[in-house]
T-cell receptor, first 116, second 114 residues
């Protein structure tokens, strides 16, 4: 069965410093992986996705993530945090393809705080 | 174009009452998903539709929960005899097809059962 673990429930960084949000996954096959962001009182937005192409994936707002199969990781990074990056971030893995089911398995989220 | 919309944005109801939550997906999206997000939790899958049919209802927590989709567009999630543990944000997402994992989310309906 597939699962996803976000290693930190809360991360706090200073504006202008790097961001690292950690995610490990478990899958019995080659999964698709995603990062979604949820700003306060706003809907979930797709940041980036990995679907078996390039292992380094670039997303919106300067975020990127690297798929490392040997480490079963898909950590999210950004070189320099901005105040507007403060939000909840979810790591997501594709579920088993049972027929036409494209279920997503969600991590519990990491809350990112950016301090001035 | 317009994104996924949900109504109402907030709903407060008394324990034991029935509620209906509505989702309008992006036009042309054939796949529609319902999730529940409780405070401090990740998303819990409830049900998904491909067109008007629901191949996977495995996430529905109990038989008090049901959902339908008509005309391959609007979907309603109904919770009968609401309980306090039903309080959560209910999120709807749509996708061009179930072959496409990318899901577009609505703003959610915050349900509070008193």
């Amino acid at each position: 069965a597939q699962s996803v673990t976000q290693l930190d429930s809360h991360v706090s960084v200073s504006e202008g410093t790097p961001v690292l949000l950690r995610c490990n996954y478990s899958s019995s096959y080659s999964p698709s992986l995603f990062w979604y962001v949820q700003h306060p009182n706003k809907g979930l937005q797709l940041l980036l996705k990995y679907t078996s192409a390039a292992t380094l994936v670039k997303g919106i707002n300067g975020f990127e993530a690297e798929f490392k199969k040997s480490e079963t990781s898909f950590h999210l990074t950004k070189p320099s945090a901005h105040m507007s990056d403060a939000a909840e971030y979810f790591c997501v893995v594709s579920g088993e393809n049972a027929g036409n089911n494209r279920k997503l398995i969600w991590g519990l989220g990491t809350s990112l705080a950016v301090n001035p | 174009g317009a994104g996924v919309s949900q109504s109402p944005s907030n709903k407060v109801t008394e324990k034991g009452k029935d509620v209906e939550l509505r989702c309008d997906p992006i036009s042309g999206h054939t796949a529609l998903y319902w999730y529940r997000q409780s405070l401090g939790q990740g998303l819990e899958f409830l049900i998904y539709f491909q067109g008007n049919s629901a191949p996977d209802k495995s996430g529905l927590p109990s038989d008090r929960f049901s959902a339908e989709r008509t005309g391959g567009s609007v979907s309603t999630l109904t919770i009968q005899r609401t309980q306090q543990e039903d309080s959560a944000v209910y999120l709807c997402a749509s996708s061009p097809s179930t072959a496409n994992y990318e899901q577009y989310f609505g703003p959610g309906t915050r349900l509070t059962v008193t």
